[in-house]
């Protein structure tokens, strides 16, 4: 998996503590999606918070999408929520 090139930019943010220490002791509970290269669209604190309590292995769904715009439309309507950077 890869992160989405326009995640870090819009987003920039991490996983805090609190949702590592639920990703190690109850795992990923909602699946990430990805791209059918594998680019993660949506899950993008949750796939580092399972690196940094050594998950090997997360679930995906797969993204009917592969025109680019698509992609980045999903990326920040599943992300709404988020704060995004000074830097949008």
Not at 33 to 40: D, G, K, R
């Amino acid at each position: 998996l890869s992160p989405h090139p326009e995640n870090e930019r819009l987003y920039g943010d991490g996983p805090t503590d609190d949702i590592i220490d639920s990703v190690r002791h109850f795992g990923i509970k909602q699946p990430l999606l990805v791209t059918a290269s594998h680019v993660i669209v949506s899950g993008h604190r949750r796939w580092k918070a399972a690196k940094a309590a050594g998950l090997a292995v997360v679930p995906v769904t797969y993204l009917r999408a592969d025109d680019p715009l698509d992609v980045l439309e999903h990326l920040v309507h599943l992300n709404r929520q988020r704060e995004r950077t000074l830097y949008q």
